[in-house]
C-alpha cells in the first residue's frame, strides 16, 4: 500500500532529530506525499488527545517517530486511535522500540511505500475507571517537569458504553504499561489487586505496574519482573517495592483484566499510562486494565530480533565461567532446508547461520 500522508514526531531538543526531519520531507516531497509535524511537545501550544492530533495532522496513514523510546510511544499513542503504522528512527539512547537506524529514513520510507516493509502488531491494554481522571493543577508542573506539558485527562471512548458498577471506558491506549504510583514520598499505596475479578492480594506498595509484554523490558522489568516475548499477548502485573513477602510478577492471560482498587485509608495515587501521566486516584477510587482490541502496527525492514536486541541493548554479558568452555554462535541453527515439525516456528533466515 503506498503511504497517502506521514505525520513526523520529533524529538525537538536533539539536532540529529532535527537533521532526520529534514530527510524525511525531501523524501514526501520527492514522492508527493504530504508531511505535517506533529508537536507533541512545546508549552505554548495546547496539548490535544491522540484523536485530535490524528485529525489535526489530516489522519496520516505512516506515523515517523524520530527520536528514542519516548518520541516513540507519543507516536504510537497517535497512531493506534486510527490504525496508522509507526516507523520508529533511532536517535534516542536505549532505542529498544525504535527500528529503523538514521542512515536507513530513505530505504525504510521506500519499503513501506512499496508495500515491501513487514507490519508487525503489538497489544495495547485500555482502561476503566470508577471516575474520569483528573490532575490537579498543583500536582501537574512537578510530575510533568522536564517532560513537557502534560497531555489532556482522559475522555471517555467513543463507541462504549458506561455503567451499572463497570466504571467508565476511557479512551487511552498503553503499548507498555498502565502504571500506579505513590504521590508522597512517604506515602505508600494500599491497593486490592484483583485478576479475572477475584482478589490476587492487598498491596503496601511504592507503585504497581499493569504491563504488556512489549512493556515488560521497561518499568516492569526495572521492579524484577520477566522479559515476554512482545510476539505474545499476556497482562503483566509488578509490584513495586512491595512491603509484603509475595512480591513477584503475575503474568496473566490476555483475558484476564486487572483492577487496583484503592483501599479507604491509602494515600493517593499517580496514574501513567507509558509514562505520561494521566490522573490522580483517591481512596475509594479503581481503575480496571485489560486488553485493547486496537494494536500497534509497527513498520520492520525486517522481522524483529527480539531477543538479539535484548542481548545487544541491555549489554547482556556472558558467564565469565564460559570464557575458557569455548565461544557461543550469534545464532543456532543448521543452513539446511527446516524439516516439517519445525517449519511453524519463528527461526532466524539461513544467511542468519553463515
Ligand atoms: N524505573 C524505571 O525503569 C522506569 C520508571 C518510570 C517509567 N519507566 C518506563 O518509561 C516508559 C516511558 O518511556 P520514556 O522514554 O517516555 O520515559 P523515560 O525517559 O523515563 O524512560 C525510561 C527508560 O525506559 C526505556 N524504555 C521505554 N520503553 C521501553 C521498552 N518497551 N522496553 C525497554 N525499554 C524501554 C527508555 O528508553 C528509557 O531508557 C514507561 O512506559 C515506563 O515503562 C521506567
Ligand atoms: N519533542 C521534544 N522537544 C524538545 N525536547 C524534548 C522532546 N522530547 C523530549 N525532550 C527532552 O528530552 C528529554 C528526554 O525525553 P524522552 O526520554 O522522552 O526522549 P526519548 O525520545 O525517549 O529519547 P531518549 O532515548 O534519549 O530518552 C526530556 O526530558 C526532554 O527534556
Known amino acids: 500500500m503506498p503511504v497517502h500522508r506521514v505525520g513526523l514526531v520529533a524529538h525537538q531538543g536533539r539536532d540529529a532529530a532535527r537533521e532526520a526531519a529534514g530527510v524525511v520531507h525531501a523524501w514526501c516531497a520527492a514522492h508527493e506525499v504530504p508531511c505535517t509535524e506533529i508537536d507533541v511537545w512545546s508549552a505554548d501550544q495546547h496539548r490535544r488527545s491522540a484523536r485530535e492530533e490524528a485529525r489535526a495532522a489530516g489522519d496520516p496513514d505512516l506515523v515517523v517517530t524520530l527520536g528514542g523510546d519516548g518520541t516513540f510511544l507519543r507516536g504510537a499513542r497517535i497512531a493506534v486511535k486510527t490504525g496508522a503504522t509507526v516507523l520508529g528512527v533511532d536517535l534516542g539512547k536505549v532505542g529498544f522500540l525504535t527500528e529503523v537506524p538514521a542512515a536507513d529514513i530513505a530505504t525504510a520510507l521506500d519499503a513501506v511505500h512499496a508495500g515491501h516493509a513487514p507490519v508487525e ?129 503475575v503474568v496473566a492471560a490476555p483475558d484476564e483484566p486487572v483492577a487496583l482498587r484503592i483501599l479507604p485509608h491509602s494515600g493517593r495515587a499517580a496514574v501513567s499510562i507509558d509514562g505520561q501521566l494521566r490522573g490522580v486516584l483517591d481512596p475509594g477510587d479503581w481503575i480496571g486494565v485489560y486488553r485493547a482490541p486496537q494494536r500497534v502496527r509497527l513498520v520492520r525492514l525486517q522481522p524483529t530480533d527480539f531477543y538479539g536486541r535484548l542481548r545487544e541493548r541491555f549489554r547482556l554479558t556472558d558467564a565469565p565461567a564460559t570464557a575458557t568452555d569455548g565461544e557461543s554462535a550469534p545464532f543456532f541453527r543448521p543452513d539446511s532446508c527446516v524439516p516439517p515439525d519445525l517449519a511453524g516456528l519463528r527461526l532466524p533466515p539461513p544467511t542468519a547461520a553463515r
Open 121 to 249: 502488531e503489538r497489544m495495547t491494554l485500555t482502561v476503566r475507571a470508577s471516575r474520569l481522571p483528573e490532575v490537579p493543577a498543583e500536582l501537574e508542573s512537578s510530575f510533568c517537569y522536564g517532560r513537557g506539558p502534560a497531555l489532556p485527562p482522559p475522555q471517555t471512548r467513543p463507541e462504549s458504553t458506561a455503567g451499572d458498577g463497570w466504571g467508565l471506558p476511557l479512551d487511552v491506549n498503553a503499548l507498555n504499561d498502565v502504571v500506579v504510583e505513590k504521590l508522597a514520598r512517604d506515602h505508600q499505596v494500599g491497593v486490592g489487586v484483583y485478576i479475572s475479578g477475584r482478589l490476587l492480594a492487598a498491596y503496601s506498595a511504592d507503585g504497581l505496574v499493569v504491563a504488556t509484554p512489549t512493556g515488560s523490558t521497561a518499568y516492569s522489568f526495572a521492579a524484577g519482573g520477566p522479559v515476554l516475548s512482545p510476539h505474545m499477548d499476556a497482562v503483566v502485573f509488578t509490584p513495586i517495592a512491595a512491603h509484603m513477602t509475595f512480591n513477584r510478577t
